[in-house]
C-alpha cells in the first residue's frame, strides 16, 4: 500500500442518516472490498470499560449502528465485541455503552472476546496472545474513539487493537512493558500480526476527547468521522489534526514504514490537507516527553527523579474497587476502613488505574517541575 486513502466527513452530531451514508461511501471508495465474498463480519469498536456515550471514552452506539445496518441490510452476518479492561463486568460494559440495546434491535451476536480462546503468535521476539474470533469471520471492521491517551499520546485505530488481547491478560503486559517505548514496541508487534485481518478501520470523532485521556479527559466536540483502510494513515491524519507531530505518537513512524507509506503520500479531501482541530488541548499527554527530550542524556537521570508523577486515589472515590483489580503489579491496595491507597515505590506508572476508574476519582500527582512544565 503505497497511496493510502483517508476520509475524512464534518459530521456534528450522531445523525444517523449521515453517518449510514458516509459509512456507505467509504466502503465504495475501497477497491475490491470484499464485503460480498463473506458470510460473518466483526465490528471491534473501542469498549474500554462502563462509560455512557457522552463521557465520549468509548464507540457511540450510533456509529455502529451505522455499520451495523450497512452489513444487516447485506444479509451478513453480524458479531460485535471487544475485551473491556481490567477487572470490569462485561454484562454492565455492553449495558452501558449501549451495545445491549442495538443487540436487542438487530440480529447481532455481542461477544467478549475474552472468553471465545485466543492464538499465540511471536513477531520479532513479541509473542502476543490474540482472540480466536480474529480468524473466525471474513470481515472485520475496526471502530476506534478519537482520544489523547496518557502513555501513548494518541489513540486511535492502531491502539484500539489493543482490544483483541483477552482479558487480564492485557494488564499482565501492562506489567511486562511498563514505560512508553516498550508498550509502543508491544503494539507494534500487535499491529504486524493482525494488520492483513483488518478489512477497514473508523475512528469516531464526533465527540472526541483531549486533556487527561483516555477516560478522564474532557469530552470534545471534534465533529469529524474518518476512514481507511490503512491503520497507520489513518491514525497519522488523525494524530495530526489533533496538533501531534510523527515522533510524539511512539509508534506511528514505525507502523507507517511497515505499511511502506510515505506521509506526504497519503490522499486525504483537500479541504482537510491543511486541518488542525481548534483549540485541542494535548499539552498533558506531549509536555513530558518533549520537555525529557531537550534534557542532555547525562543528565536525564536526576532530571527524572524531580520530574516525578504518579497516581494517588481522590476523594472522590466510590470504593468500587476497579482500580484494585485492575493494577497490573499490585501497587494499589485498600486501607483500612478508607480509600485505596497507591504504593509509590511499587507503582510502574502505566496509569491503568487513571485509565479504568469509571469516576474519575483518580488523579496525578505532580513533583514541583512536573507542575512547571505539564
Request: glycine content about 6%.
Amino acid at each position: 500500500m503505497i497511496n493510502p486513502t483517508v476520509q475524512v466527513r464534518k459530521i456534528e452530531s450522531y445523525d444517523l442518516p449521515a453517518l449510514e451514508e458516509a459509512v456507505a461511501s467509504y466502503f465504495a471508495s475501497v477497491k475490491g472490498f470484499k464485503i460480498s465474498r463473506c458470510k460473518r463480519v466483526f465490528i471491534k469498536p473501542n469498549a474500554l470499560g462502563a462509560y455512557p456515550p457522552e463521557r465520549a471514552v468509548t464507540t457511540h452506539p450510533i456509529v455502529l449502528e451505522a455499520i451495523i445496518r450497512y452489513f444487516v441490510d447485506r444479509k451478513k452476518e453480524v458479531w460485535m465485541g471487544d475485551s473491556p479492561g481490567g477487572a470490569v463486568n462485561v454484562a454492565k460494559v455492553w449495558d452501558t455503552c449501549g451495545f445491549s440495546e442495538l443487540a436487542e434491535r438487530y440480529p447481532i451476536k455481542v461477544i467478549n472476546l475474552s472468553t471465545e480462546g485466543f492464538r499465540e503468535l511471536n513477531y520479532r521476539g513479541t509473542s502476543v496472545k490474540i482472540s480466536e474470533v480474529l480468524w473466525k469471520c471474513g470481515v472485520v471492521i475496526n471502530v476506534a474513539k478519537y482520544k489523547t491517551h496518557s502513555l501513548t499520546a494518541f489513540t486511535g485505530a492502531l491502539k484500539n487493537l489493543y482490544g483483541l488481547i483477552p482479558g487480564m491478560v492485557k494488564t499482565d503486559y501492562h506489567r511486562q512493558y511498563p514505560d512508553t517505548i516498550a508498550f509502543a514496541n508491544l503494539l507494534l508487534a500487535l499491529f504486524a500480526l493482525t494488520r492483513n485481518r483488518i478489512t477497514y478501520n473508523f475512528i469516531d470523532g464526533i465527540v472526541g476527547m483531549d486533556g487527561a485521556g483516555p477516560s478522564a479527559g474532557t469530552p470534545r466536540n471534534f465533529g469529524l468521522f474518518l476512514g481507511s483502510n490503512s491503520i497507520a494513515a489513518l491514525d497519522y491524519i488523525a494524530a495530526k489534526m489533533l496538533g501531534f507531530k510523527m515522533d510524539d505518537v511512539p509508534y506511528l513512524r514505525a507502523a507507517l514504514h511497515l505499511e511502506g507509506i510515505l506521509p506526504s503520500r497519503i490522499k486525504v479531501p483537500t479541504s482537510f490537507q491543511h486541518y488542525r482541530i481548534p483549540h485541542a488541548d494535548i499539552r498533558v499527554v506531549k509536555l513530558r516527553k518533549e520537555t525529557l527530550k531537550y534534557v542532555p542524556s547525562v543528565a536525564r537521570h536526576v532530571f527524572k527523579r524531580v520530574f516525578d508523577f504518579y497516581p494517588i486515589v481522590s476523594n472522590r472515590c466510590k470504593q468500587c474497587g476497579i482500580c484494585v483489580k485492575s493494577c497490573p503489579v499490585q501497587a494499589i491496595s485498600w486501607a483500612e476502613g478508607d480509600i485505596p491507597f497507591v504504593h509509590k515505590e511499587l507503582c510502574i506508572k502505566c496509569m491503568c488505574c487513571h485509565e479504568m476508574c469509571p469516576h474519575k476519582a483518580i488523579d496525578i500527582h505532580k513533583s514541583f517541575i512536573a507542575r512547571l512544565v505539564m
